[in-house]
């Protein structure tokens, strides 16, 4: 019967370490949200600037030509 007792008592123990501080996992799962809303940011990011770099006009060329001889209309 004692036996059985300590078996008993440390599969606990150890159930208890493997499931961690409760601090820890939320630790935890606070930086897989950033981690994953940077990634989505990042992308969401590349993905507009390679769509507006494919729909340009004619005029996005010369948006910023100032004064100089290229411009539209010259």
């Known amino acids: 019967m004692s036996t059985e ?3 008993l008592s440390q599969s606990s123990e ?3 370490e493997a499931a961690g501080s409760p601090v820890l996992r939320a630790i935890g799962w ?3 949200g950033i ?3 940077a ?3 990042f992308v969401s990011r590349e993905l507009r ?3 507006r770099f494919n729909h340009r006009t004619p005029y996005d060329f010369y ?4 004064e100089s001889e290229f411009g539209v209309g010259v």
């Open 5 to 7: 007792h300590e078996e």
């Open 14 to 16: 150890t159930e208890e």
């Open 30 to 32: 606070m930086s897989v």
């Open 35 to 37: 981690t994953l809303a």
């Open 39 to 41: 990634i989505g940011i």
């Open 49 to 51: 600037s390679r769509y």
């Open 63 to 66: 948006d910023h030509a100032g």
